[in-house]
């Protein structure tokens, strides 16, 4: 299906604000959209990957604007991106944040400015972990060094009641199935999880990879989405809880989680079964809803009104869990 069809984005919705109107107007046929490589294919991964970095680089995506100062580190052997604001003191809090890109494309650099915005919402230290992509890594090690960087920051002396997570797209999927496997291996749990439209399930399983696939501007499944999916695990694993956390068991305990997305998502599925399983298993968890917003709107027009207000009920969710916990109530740990 293409945008020319009487489904698609050619029909702009009334009720979403001016910009993202002519957002959508504006948009190609997704069909149009470069084909991923085969997972096996790293030459062609590589030339993928300097170029899709080169143009967001080139576009801007790589300045983190005004007040805050960004440092190049290292925790727990992992490269980060430390994202301090301006009048930030150290006090042992801090948020990880695991970019998108469908686990194959971009870097800390060129998503830097999505930790920028929540850091200056938040007044909250970020640390974005520049992860490996794949197929370079698959999942079991991307997800390990997710965790490399909470023990590390454990041993640098935070405690994990004073950090929390937040992703995009994969990389909400990556927090909460990394969180997951944290839980399991006995080492704790964070203080809060905040997943932006996560591709919490990385097979074509929900309605709405389906009722929404004429309307969803980013990309195609069959096109786009696989070829990633199957880069970063292999089909068996990819109903893997650590893979996919829609399939995961939140009985066991699971911090305080908040997903944001649009109405317009083909995952829009995920974000609704992704809340009901938290939800069945104890998790003190909310669903937040945009009218009419396409994936990862918080990222593409962070200046709309939408996405500022998503933004900022991002950081008012992770300051009250931080400062909750640090006035002594430890609801929330294992």
């Known amino acids: 299906m293409t945008l020319s069809d009487s489904s698609g984005y050619s029909r702009v919705p009334e009720t979403v604000s001016p910009e993202w109107a ?6 190609p046929d997704p069909a149009s959209l470069p084909l991923l490589p085969s997972p096996g294919d790293f030459d062609a991964w590589r030339v993928r990957n300097r170029l899709a970095e080169g143009e967001r680089l080139a576009g801007g ?3 983190p604007g005004r ?12 490269p980060v991106l430390d994202v301090r604001p301006d009048g930030w003191v150290e006090d042992g809090r801090a948020l ?30 970020i640390l974005s972990v ?25 041993a640098e002396g935070s405690s994990l009641d004073q950090l929390a997570i937040y992703g995009d797209s994969a990389g909400g999927s990556l927090a909460a199935g990394s969180v997951l496997k944290m839980r399991d291996l006995g080492l704790g749990i964070p203080a809060a999880v905040v997943m932006w439209s996560p591709w919490s399930d990385i097979t074509d399983t929900g309605d709405t990879y389906e009722t929404l696939a004429g309307v969803e501007g980013s990309y195609l499944y069959d096109l ?36 944001q997305g649009g109405t317009r998502e083909i995952f829009l599925s995920n974000f609704v079964r992704q809340y009901q399983v938290m939800d069945q298993g104890g998790v003190d968890v909310r669903l937040d809803l945009y009218e009419g917003m396409p994936h990862g709107f918080q990222c593409k027009l962070p200046e709309t009104p939408e996405a500022r207000v998503a933004v900022q009920k991002t950081a008012d969710f992770i300051r009250s869990r931080l400062d909750l916990l640090r ?3 430890t609801q929330g740990r294992i």
């Open 22 to 27: 002519a957002y959508f107007e504006g948009l």
């Open 327 to 329: 006035s002594g109530d």
């Open 224 to 259: 786009h989405l696989k070829p990633a999916a199957d880069a970063y695990a292999d089909p068996p694993d990819q109903t893997s809880p650590y893979v996919s956390p829609v399939y995961g068991d939140y009985s066991s305990g699971f911090p305080p989680t908040l997903i």
């Open 67 to 78: 007040g805050v100062e960004v440092v190049d580190g290292e925790i727990g052997g992992i």
């Open 130 to 154: 520049d992860y490996t992509l794949a197929p370079f890594a698959r999942w079991q090690a991307i997800t390990d060094q997710v965790v490399s960087v909470f023990q590390g920051l454990v």
């Open 61 to 63: 995506y790589g300045d």
């Open 96 to 125: 990880l944040y695991t970019h998108g890109g469908g686990y194959v494309a971009f870097t800390a650099r060129s998503t830097i400015g999505n930790a920028a915005r929540v850091a200056r919402a938040s007044g909250l230290r």
